[in-house]
């Protein structure tokens, strides 16, 4: 697991629960996505609210049957590998914003099954 640690990217992807890609949501492509690239991890962060492109707020609304909320797809790794997964993800992505910055990940570890 030391090969996770150390000086890598963030990329922030920000969407809404309503974005779908080929009948799915994408959400759950960027997801699966992910997985088949190899990334480390990848997590799905739904937003209470949040103002987009459009200017228009989305938020939570109990009388709002259809609630278009904001989701971000966090996700970190290797620069490189960042980058060739936004490439292959752009024609995913129609609206929407991707964000990248520096992280310094101090901890990754995972417990064996046996361990639990």
Known sequence: ??????????????????????????????LQKAKESGLAGATVLKAVAGMGIHTQVHSSDIWTLAQKLPLIVEIID?????????????????????TMSDVDVLRYKKISRGDI
């Open 78 to 98: 290797d620069e490189d590998k960042i980058i060739k997964f936004i490439d292959e993800c752009n024609d995913m992505i129609g609206e929407g914003m991707v």
């Open 1 to 30: 697991m030391k090969r996770y640690l150390g000086k890598k990217k963030l990329i922030r992807i920000y969407v809404d629960n309503t974005d779908s890609y080929e009948g799915e949501p994408l959400w759950q492509k960027l």
